[in-house]
């Protein structure tokens, strides 16, 4: 015989399935919002004028709770990652988060997708961080003017200083 569950026990359930998800400040976060009264869960002094879904990269990153040397390390990305210099597309922030065995489907931005890279940061060495920092900034086309430059430079040399750059 099974028994019945109660309304309580139905709420437990929901609620444990949603902190798995989300985890529990977001959870309280959210029931905060919606019933307009605060639930304690918030840290004194955080500004209520960012809503956290348009929290920057590097506002979220001075948020977190590290060792200083690690912490400007995570720093540095986020401010490249805003600037779009760190991962400039979703294809390399999935590709991040595939390599780091993390879930890269359902990303709607590139904050939320900042969100999900932060474990994977947090987990990393200050060397690891590092590289991720240095070869964050080799992704794409933007990487390729000094290719070009010394391809050119090398045809330049080959063919002799006779020919002009006006064709």
């Known amino acids: 015989m099974t028994s019945k569950l109660n309304r309580e026990e139905i709420l437990r359930d929901l609620l444990r399935t949603l902190v798995s998800g989300w985890g529990h400040k977001a959870v309280a976060d959210a029931l905060e919002e919606l019933s307009g009264k605060p639930t304690g869960s918030r840290s004194k002094g955080r500004s209520s ?9 590097l506002q979220i990153a001075e948020r977190l709770q590290l060792p200083d040397s690690k912490k400007d390390l995570i720093i540095l990305f986020a401010k490249d990652f805003d600037d779009g ?3 400039p597309r979703m ?3 999935r590709a991040f988060l595939i390599s780091h065995h993390q879930n890269s ?5 590139r904050e ?3 969100r999900r890279m932060i474990p994977v940061l ?10 991720v920092i240095a070869r964050s900034q080799h992704s794409g086309p933007a990487g390729l003017d000094l290719i070009s430059d010394a391809i050119k430079g090398a045809g330049e040399n080959l063919r002799g200083s006779g020919f002009s750059d006006e064709s």
Do not use: H, V, Y
């Open 49 to 57: 004028e960012i809503p956290k879904e348009e929290m920057k990269a």
């Open 122 to 131: 947090e987990r990393m060495s200050e060397k690891g961080l590092s590289k």
């Open 85 to 87: 210099k760190a991962f």
């Open 91 to 93: 294809s390399d922030i």
């Open 112 to 114: 939320q997708a900042f």
């Open 105 to 109: 489907k359902e990303m709607r931005n």
